[in-house]
């Protein structure tokens, strides 16, 4: 996978269609944020822009989506963008949290699940991740 270092503005949003990709900057692009297949990696609490991130579309078929809020994640903010997993895609949908020393997470965002998703919190080692809005789906 690669990693995007440079910071993301304007209306538009961002979509991974294949492979894995790591956002490290502090990003202001308004226009969500989109995994259509493979992984998304976040290193920032503000990499995503100030959309919703989403995981699946209509060109997912079978892939696996990944969204990942990775170890060193910039804590100076709070992790506000909403993430809503699509009934659109066969594969595996996961939330991955990473994180080795923090144990003050919280994110904001309201997480809506519209078919099985996996939370993955395996590599949270004496952490935890606290979102504080709703989480839901059918």
Known sequence: GGTLARAISGA???RLQAGSLTL???NTHGGGTIISTGTLVLSNTAAAGTGTITLGDASTGSSNVQL?????VNRSGVFTNAITVSNQGTGSATL????ASFTGNTGNGTIT???????DATGLSGS??????P???P
Request: proline share 0%.
């Open 96 to 99: 991955r949290f990473v994180d």
């Open 24 to 26: 490290s900057a502090t």
């Open 68 to 72: 990942t809020l990775a170890a060193g």
């Open 113 to 119: 699940l519209n078919r099985a998703t996996t939370f």
């Open 128 to 133: 935890y991740y606290q979102f504080l809005h």
């Open 135 to 137: 989480l839901s789906g």
């Open 12 to 14: 538009g949003g961002v």
